[in-house]
């Protein structure tokens, strides 16, 4: 995971940019000469799209969507006419201006959740409430899973580089979620899609621009719906522990690997783990399909992202049949309860937090079981801690 040097730099999204753009070999024929490759930037233009700013890069092999506008979230990935990603009711991008984070008693979040990849933070995730320990009162009416997916980006740029052979197209974008008497941050994201590649490599830096300490949480909410998520589809990682959220999560421990089929009143279920790493301290996680021929894995480092999380929501298909792999800096409980549990980071002012996750799209059985096969070398001989019920130190409810 190697940082790219800058080069050709073309700015997609601010003040200069043009509403619409594409980008192909032809306009850079010394750039991926034997690859199709195009970068498409367009405005939305209708209902609650309007407005919304939408990257797509066809590195030859996959198209891969960001929603600059939506806190530089992931939309979804197209690869050999599969779609990585979920069906929610709610149907295309939704600009934030139509979000109000404190609708639906602060639950308001959820109107315009649709993506492969949400950010959840900065400042907190988790559910809402009220933070009776939080810095300032500004920070103490907490939404559900914060701010940054419903904050546009600027300065979006498109970069184009060759690092030990592998040619690749660099999108970045800066994003803040910022007040008067409130928190300074600034998140700096950065997508590395090598041309003709199956995987994508993400770095997000947050930097507190404060002159004081700023609280920080952050949780990649990465969501998978069919035709990936199906009856019998399964996710694996290398556990070191798993505990139920709530008492509803430990009413399926013998079957918290693998899933249902669109169930009508499904209620979610989330469980927490703790994972292995290798020598590095890298892990990795996958979903399959029941078949084993198709499959999404993430890696990442447990030095930034020690919690891990994974949302079942296996209800009908018309309310969002999906599951959520989630790396995180702290579980998605109420932020006092993190705080405690000393898993809210304190950034000095001008601190700087980093982050690198690598995404892999699986489109036959030999990708997914080199996948597993890595997931199973982590693990190795080590049996995994399993608690029957919530856990103090987990769950509030523990």
Not at 91 to 101: W, Y
Request: net charge negative; hydrophobic share 35%; glycine share 8%.
């Amino acid at each position: 995971m190697n940082q790219p040097k800058q080069t050709n730099k073309i700015i997609l999204c601010g003040n200069s940019a043009p509403a619409e753009m594409k980008l192909s070999g032809e306009d850079l024929p010394e750039f991926a000469r034997d690859v199709n490759w195009s970068i498409t930037k367009t405005t939305m233009r209708s209902g609650v799209s309007a407005g919304i700013e939408l990257i797509e890069i066809d590195n030859g092999l996959q198209t891969v969507s960001i929603l600059a506008t939506r806190g530089m979230g992931l939309w979804k990935i197209q690869r050999d006419g599969i779609r990585f990603g979920w069906d929610s009711p709610v149907p295309q991008p939704v600009h934030p201006a139509f979000v109000n984070l404190k609708s639906r008693n602060n639950l308001g979040w959820v109107e315009g959740f649709n993506e492969l990849l949400c950010r959840c933070g900065l400042s907190f995730n988790g559910p809402p409430g009220n933070d009776e320990e939080a810095p300032s009162g500004l920070e103490s009416d907490i939404t559900l899973h914060g701010q940054i997916a419903n904050l546009p980006a600027e300065s979006v740029s498109v970069e184009f580089d060759t690092q030990q052979g592998q040619e690749t197209i660099v999108v970045r974008g800066v994003v803040r979620e910022t007040s008067l008497f409130g928190p300074n941050l600034e998140l700096q994201v950065e997508y590395q899609i090598g041309i003709a590649s199956p995987e994508m490599i993400i770095r997000d830096t947050v930097i507190n621009r404060a002159s004081r300490p700023a609280e920080l949480e952050m949780l990649y909410h990465i969501n998978l719906g069919t035709p990936l998520l199906e009856e019998g589809a399964s996710w694996l990682a290398p556990l070191k522990m798993l505990a139920p959220r709530d008492d509803r999560a430990a009413e399926d421990m013998p079957t918290t690997s693998t899933y249902l089929p669109p169930t009508a009143g499904y209620a979610e279920q989330v469980y927490f783990c703790e994972l292995m790493g290798n020598s590095d301290q890298q892990t990795a996680a996958l979903l399959k399909n029941s078949s084993s021929q198709l499959g999404f894995g993430i890696e990442f480092d447990l030095q930034s992202l020690p919690c891990f999380s994974i949302w079942k929501n296996t209800q009908a298909i018309e309310d969002g049949y999906c599951t959520g792999l989630e790396p995180s800096t702290n579980y998605p409980n109420f932020k006092s309860f993190e705080r405690k549990q000393g898993r809210v980071i304190s950034l000095p002012a001008g601190g700087s937090w980093n982050s690198c996750l690598k995404l892999h799209t699986l489109t036959d059985a030999q990708t997914v079981q080199a996948f597993e096969q890595k997931i199973n070398a982590i693990q190795g001989k080590t049996e995994p801690t399993i608690y029957q019920s919530p856990q103090t130190g987990y769950s509030p409810g523990g």
